[in-house]
């Protein structure tokens, strides 16, 4: 049986992607099919656009932020038509490569992983025309709108179908090697591919309001051998620690294993008052070069009302401490939270402001209420009143909102356009640079 687990176009691939990546290793070592994998969205940014990758591959970022922004006016006009044209009926450009793509492998199964909600309508266009195999869908994203033949919320589901009975946990093998070295690593619009690695099950502290990520999912680390031989396999020189955010003690445990291998390294975490000046000089100089910080926000209230756990003036510390020993700083800020004031929305202008000197690039945001998060299952609680879901033809019903006091969304989305010139004087790389991780980690290591 030939199984192929298909990746689908969204966006400018700077990475090979992660998803379909562990599941091709897990159903490796637990069932007899043969199992493949194919990252579309690669395949289609080569054929659309092979003069910008020539630009990303070569590294020469000189104009960066003016080639950036015709880049993404362009692939953004793309993107739209070929979205609207899957609503009317119709194919998107580079269709029918992309459909032989998939039957030149001749597959009996093909598995859509669907992690983007933008993935949506390219999946919708395949599954149309893929009649004569059997398809299934996976992924955060998948809605009701996608016909496949079979829908599976994990990977034990997806494997009880394959083996055609129900398997034994105990007798599973879940401690598994994602193999990178299946891709090919040129293909990806960056001067050096960078590898994403997951190293727990979920975020360990599930507590912020606004996340959905962490569902249901029990916390549970990987074992540091089975990422260590990750990176060994993959040949790469830059990764992404892709959870949420990884404890201080874990966090050391695995800089120790980049320094063994010589390798720059990037994350995800929360500002808390651990991570000090020596913790991140010891990280430094294992590789990391980059952290990007859930902020989110300058006001006291609203980081308690988001239960981010985190107190402004150690977010202060840290930023200032991660900068002092040389890693760059970027800064996730989310405005418009529910109740939030215009004044507790200028509080963390002046926040950025005041520490800029340890910001090196800021990643704003406005809140949006999101299917499965805390203050969507509990809206009274946080002052949102009249939520409305609107469908849509592909996507998953588009959710809007009033609240009983504070910023309306429409409000914080205006305000933070005026706010625009203000947050853009602080960054010290372009602000492009937050749709491109990879290619801000390459510059800053390479002093560009």
């Known amino acids: ?15 090979p992607p992660y998803s379909i990546t562990q599941m091709r290793s897990f159903l490796d070592v637990n069932c007899e099919a043969n199992v493949s994998v194919l990252d579309l969205n690669v395949m289609f940014h080569n054929l659309q656009f092979p003069t910008w990758k020539a630009y990303f591959r070569a590294g020469d970022f000189s104009d960066y932020e003016e080639n950036v922004k015709e880049f993404r006016k362009k692939s953004s006009a793309i993107y739209s038509t070929n979205n609207k044209n899957v609503v009317q009926g119709e194919k998107p450009g580079f269709f029918d490569e992309l459909l032989r793509g998939i039957r ?24 149309d025309e893929l009649k004569d195999v059997t398809t299934v869908i996976g992924g955060p994203c998948v809605n009701d709108k996608l016909k496949a033949d079979h829908h599976f919320i994990n990977e034990i589901e997806f494997l009880e179908f394959l083996r055609g009975e129900k398997v034994d946990h105990e007798s599973l093998k879940f401690d598994v090697i994602p193999d990178f070295s299946v891709y090919n690593l040129e293909d990806y619009f960056t001067p050096a591919a960078v590898i994403p690695i997951k190293t727990s099950t979920t975020c360990f502290y599930k507590q912020c309001t606004f996340c959905s990520h962490y569902a249901n999912l029990p916390y549970k680390e990987y074992d540091l051998e089975l990422i260590e031989k990750t990176i060994v396999k993959s040949g790469a020189r830059y990764f992404f620690l892709i959870d949420d955010m990884i404890p201080k003690k874990r966090l050391v445990e695995l800089g120790k294993i980049m320094k063994e291998y010589d390798v720059k390294w990037t994350c995800q975490l929360k500002p808390t008052k651990d991570l000090d000046e020596e913790t991140m000089k010891q990280l430094f100089d294992c590789g990391l070069r980059m952290v990007i910080w859930g902020v989110e926000s300058g006001c006291q209230r609203v980081l308690d009302l988001m239960k981010k756990g985190t107190v402004k003036e150690d977010v202060a510390d840290v930023l200032a401490a991660s900068h002092k020993v040389g890693v760059a700083n970027v800064c996730y800020v989310m405005f418009g939270f529910p109740s939030e004031t215009k004044q507790e929305f200028m509080e963390t202008i002046e926040f950025l402001e005041e520490n800029q000197e340890a910001v090196d690039l800021i990643s704003p945001s406005v809140f949006g209420l999101q299917h499965g998060t805390p203050i969507y299952n509990d809206p009274d609680s946080f002052g949102i009143i009249n939520v409305v879901e609107e469908e849509r033809t592909v996507l998953e019903p588009k959710v809007s909102y009033s609240v009983a006091s504070g910023l309306s969304n429409m ?3 205006t305000l933070k356009k005026k706010m625009k010139s203000r947050l853009n004087s602080i960054n010290k790389y372009p602000a492009t640079m937050n749709f491109f991780r990879g290619h801000m980690l390459w510059k800053v290591e390479n002093n560009l």
């Open 1 to 15: 049986m030939n199984v192929l687990l298909v990746y689908l176009p969204f966006c400018t691939p700077a990475s």
């Open 411 to 413: 409000e914080a989305l």
């Open 104 to 127: 030149e492998r001749k597959p009996d199964i093909v598995a859509f992983s669907i992690v983007y909600s933008s993935q949506a309508f390219w999946a919708k266009a395949l599954l």
